[in-house]
Nanobody, 126 residues
Framework: QVRLVESGGELVQAGDSLTLSCVAS?????????????MGWFRQAPGKLREFIAA???????TFYSDSVKGRFIISRDNANTVSLQMNSLKPEDTALYYC???????????????WGRGTQVTVSS
């Protein structure tokens, strides 16, 4: 069983930066190889649908972003089982619960992702 754990969410001011991390493990192992799997970040604000934010391909050669965060957020793979989301110039509308997830391909559709974390809360005050 693959387990994803997000961290790094907190209350920040508009204009601040924040970095979220997603660490994966599998079964009794303390690590899970992302090799061959793409990684995505999503967010969901209260009363809104889950929204795609960013994704990175299994070999790190391709990244893509939603228009709402393009130019402000950066997705990167830190090591074999950790992926980060650097968020700059945060806005109040970025307030949401942020999730990481894995998929066998590069998608912006949350239905295509197989494993999910429980999320980390990001709150941006104006």
């Amino acid at each position: 069983q693959v387990r994803l754990v997000e961290s790094g969410g907190e209350l920040v001011q508009a204009g601040d930066s924040l970095t979220l991390s997603c660490v994966a493990s599998e079964g009794t192992e303390d690590r899970y190889m992302f090799d061959g799997y793409s990684m995505g970040w999503f967010r969901q604000a209260p009363g809104k649908l889950r929204e795609f934010i960013a994704a990175i391909s299994w070999n790190d050669t391709i990244t893509f972003y939603s228009d709402s965060v393009k130019g402000r957020f950066i997705i990167s793979r830190d090591n074999a089982n950790t992926v980060s989301l650097q968020m700059n110039s945060l806005k109040p509308e970025d307030t949401a619960l942020y999730y990481c997830a894995t998929a066998s391909g590069l998608f912006n559709d949350w239905n295509r992702y197989d494993y999910w974390g429980r999320g980390t809360q990001v709150t941006v005050s104006s």
